[in-house]
């Protein structure tokens, strides 16, 4: 593993509604925008679309350092801006990872 590789990761499953994935990309954005400029610990942040399924989406945001993920986690500006997004899907699951190997 290389030393910049990131241990820590927050992820997201997200089932978007019927005809509000273009929103939900610009909120997803909006959100993981104020998540670079605010808090320290983040490295970078991905989403992606299934080629098959176009309400589908995974996002990954990838943290120096499980401390700073958690506290993003509890600040009151990140349950508004994912509860933004969650308005958006019919369904969403998300959770925090931690690298086991990188190949």
Known sequence: MMPEESQHWASGNWR???GKADE?????TEFLTWTREANPGFVRARL???ANDP?????FAAWRDGDSLNAWSQKPEFA???AACRALCADMQSSFYTLVRAI
């Not at 939900?24 to 997803?28: G, I």
């Open 16 to 18: 978007v509604a019927e």
């Open 24 to 28: 939900f990309v610009d909120r997803w």
């Open 48 to 50: 992606i679309r299934d």
């Open 55 to 59: 309400n589908h989406f995974v996002s």
């Open 80 to 82: 508004e801006r994912v």
